[in-house]
C-alpha cells in the first residue's frame, strides 16, 4: 500500500515538473510581417556552438508564435509572473539556455513563467526587424495578464524579461505599445 501511495505521489509531482501548458498568440496568422512556413527546428550544429561545455536548442523557422507557461508548484506561487523572451539576434530562439531554463529558475523562486516563442527569423528585414517580436510580446503580455486569475498572478505583479542586448527596442516598444490586444 505504502509502494502505491509513493507511486501516486511521484507521478503527481512529474505532471507539475516541466510540463508546460501551450498558448498560441494569434487565433489566424500574425499581423504584419510574415515567416516562411518552413518547419521549425533545431539549427545547432553537433559540437558546434557549445557553451558552457554543453549543446543548446537554437530554435529557428518559428512562423507560430505561442508562449509556453510553466508554473512553479502551488506552495510556492508568490503571485508574480514573467514572460521570458530567449535571445538570437533575430535569427533564432537560444530556447533552452535564454528560454526554458530561465524558467526553471523563476519556478525555484515561485514565480510563473511564460516563455516566448516569437518568429524568427526577421533578421533580414531592411527596416524594424523587431516589429513581429514586438507584437508577439504585447500580444503575450496581455494574455498574461488576461489570464492572471485563472494562474493566480496578480496582473500588477507581472511583466517582461530578456538578458539580450538586441532586445532593447522589444521592450521599449513593448512598454510604449500599450494599446495591445486581450
Not at 539549427?43 to 510553466?70: C, D, M, W, Y
Not at 503571485?79 to 523572451?85: K, R
Request: net charge positive.
Amino acid at each position: 500500500m505504502k509502494l502505491i501511495f509513493a507511486m501516486v505521489l511521484l507521478c503527481a509531482a512529474s505532471l507539475n515538473a516541466g510540463d508546460a501548458l501551450v498558448i498560441d498568440l494569434w487565433k489566424e496568422k500574425p499581423p504584419g510581417f510574415q515567416v516562411d512556413k518552413s518547419p521549425e527546428k533545431d539549427t545547432s550544429e553537433p559540437g558546434k556552438g557549445l557553451v558552457g561545455g554543453r549543446a543548446l536548442i537554437r530554435l529557428g523557422n518559428v512562423s507560430k508564435p505561442q508562449i509556453h507557461v510553466f508554473q512553479p508548484p502551488v506552495e510556492k506561487r508568490n503571485g508574480t509572473a514573467v514572460v521570458v523572451c530567449p535571445g538570437g539576434g533575430f535569427n533564432i530562439l537560444a530556447w533552452d539556455l535564454e528560454g526554458t531554463e530561465i524558467a526553471d529558475w523563476l519556478n525555484s523562486i515561485g514565480v510563473t513563467a511564460a516563455v516566448l516563442k516569437y518568429r524568427v527569423p526577421t533578421a533580414s528585414l531592411k527596416e524594424k526587424k523587431w516589429e513581429p517580436a514586438v507584437q508577439d510580446a504585447q500580444r503575450a503580455v496581455s494574455i498574461l495578464r488576461t489570464k492572471a486569475a485563472e494562474w493566480n498572478v496578480k496582473p500588477e505583479h507581472s511583466g517582461l524579461s530578456s538578458d539580450c542586448l538586441c532586445r532593447r527596442k522589444l521592450f521599449g516598444a513593448v512598454v510604449a505599445g500599450r494599446h495591445s490586444r486581450p
